[in-house]
């Protein structure tokens, strides 16, 4: 059972337009998002976080929107660098409790290309 | 200030052995969670420790087992290695705050089972 899912395994943009990412989750208890980006044979690096109370959350470049009705979440990235490529994930934690506590749950990730 | 080192960062084993990993988390962080990749999917958790005891478990058996050390370093044991075991396995410090936890995440250790 996937409970994050990103659907579109990759995206290509042109240096200096937006990059929308998007995720969406089933598993209603989740209340912490967070995005990451992954370079090869690097470990995935934070990049911005939003908690279910916020609907919106900006840090730079990159914005992160929730829409709790619709359990989707997508990250923005304006205006997009050629270093920006890599591969992204959406995760979720929360709720659960229990054995689940601490549990991050990943999307599969999408693949960015942004072309100069 | 110091991210989350591991080691080692490559490994090579076959079938049946047993493996160590290491972790040591960022300076001031007292949880690890430890997580398996593989090719082409998001990270899997495992499990995560905090003050030395396991506080929550992911879908893995008990082959992969983990401690943590009073200075918060983590180690992940695998026993009777499968050739599935094969992945990137990360090490994220976790960072507790008011909304929720935010975990960063070390370079990680490739292992290869043959």
């Known amino acids: 059972d996937q409970q994050v899912k990103q659907n579109s395994p990759s995206l290509s943009v042109q240096e200096g337009r937006i990059s929308i990412l998007n995720c969406d989750y089933t598993n209603s208890m989740f209340d912490y998002f967070l995005w990451y980006k992954k370079y090869p044979a690097e470990g995935p690096t934070f990049l911005i976080s939003i908690s279910s109370i916020k609907d919106k959350n900006e840090d730079g470049r990159f914005t992160v929107f929730l829409n709790k009705s619709a359990k989707h979440l997508s990250l923005h990235i304006v205006p997009s660098q050629p270093g920006d490529s890599a591969v992204y994930f959406c995760?979720?934690?929360?709720?659960?409790?229990?054995?689940?506590?601490?549990?991050?749950?990943f999307g599969q990730g999408t693949i960015l290309t942004v072309h100069p | 200030d110091a991210g989350v080192t591991q080691s080692p960062t490559h490994l090579i084993k076959t079938r049946g052995q047993h493996v160590t990993l290491r972790c040591s988390p960022i300076?001031?962080?007292?949880?690890v969670s430890w997580y398996q990749q593989v090719l082409g999917q998001g990270p899997q958790f495992i499990f995560q420790y905090y003050e030395k005891e396991e506080r929550g478990r992911g879908n893995f058996p008990d082959r992969f087992s983990a401690r943590q050390f009073p200075n918060y370093s983590s180690e992940l044991n695998v026993n009777a290695l499968l050739l599935g075991d094969s992945a990137l396995y990360l090490c994220?410090?976790?960072?507790?705050?008011?909304?929720?936890?935010?975990?960063?995440f070390g370079p990680g250790t490739r292992l290869l089972v043959l």
């Open positions: 994220a410090s976790v960072h507790t705050r008011g909304v929720g936890e935010t975990q960063y």
């Open positions: 995760a979720a934690s929360g709720g659960a409790g229990g054995t689940s506590y601490g549990k991050l749950t």
């Open positions: 300076s001031g962080h007292k949880s």
